[in-house]
């Protein structure tokens, strides 16, 4: 049986739709599991390592116990007081050191929950590590110092319970030390 050339061609463009319509099965949305291990490590451990400062305000003011470094200005045995003075803004030149054991530089940032507390580069209280942060490159540290600024008011009881260090890989351009120059520790 032979069709009409009208009717063919009819049919034919009525299947090449309808092969249209049945290829464009994609999806919208799709739903999978996945699993993830997490391991938390003491902080000697972890790709940034947080440790006790080597001079005399990290012997004095820091300990690491169980793998976590705890600072603590609460006084001195050798003297009758404790904490820092009110009315006051007293600093603490490398008090602790943050180290990258990680595998490629990394932008570090200290936040913490006190403005009575900052967080600043090696022994200069105006380069805080709060707001600028430091660039670390593979194995480079950068020494901590804190500065404690009761002018305010704020002298009783603990001024800050912890901090979180961001580390974040740079992702334009050449990263932080990618030149095998290692960073200034300061």
């Not at 799709?30 to 938390?40: F, K, L, M, Q």
């Not at 209280?125 to 500065?147: D, F, N, Q, R, Y």
């Not at 009761?150 to 580390?167: C, F, R």
């Amino acid at each position: 049986m032979r069709l009409p050339q009208g009717k063919l061609l009819a049919l034919i463009a009525l299947v090449v739709a309808a092969s249209m319509v049945m290829a464009t099965g994609a999806f919208s949305s799709v739903t999978a599991d996945r699993s993830t291990d997490v391991e938390v490590v003491g902080d000697q451990e972890a790709f940034l390592a947080l440790e006790q400062g080597s001079g005399p305000n990290g012997q004095k003011y820091a300990t690491t116990n169980n793998g976590r470094l705890a600072v603590n200005l609460d006084g001195d045995a050798k003297v009758n007081g404790q904490g820092v003075n009110p009315s006051a803004k007293t600093s603490f030149d490398d008090v602790f050191t943050i180290t990258n054991k990680g595998s490629q530089s990394v932008d570090i940032r200290i936040q913490d929950s006190s403005d009575a507390v900052t967080f600043y580069k090696g022994g200069d209280p105006t380069s805080s590590l709060e707001s600028a942060g430091s660039s670390l490159g593979v194995g480079s540290s950068v020494k901590v110092g804190i500065m404690v600024d009761t002018t305010s008011g704020a002298s009783q009881g603990n001024l800050i319970e912890a901090i979180t260090v961001h580390a974040t890989a740079p992702n334009s351009g050449q990263a932080p030390g990618a030149d095998g120059k290692p960073q200034d520790p300061s």
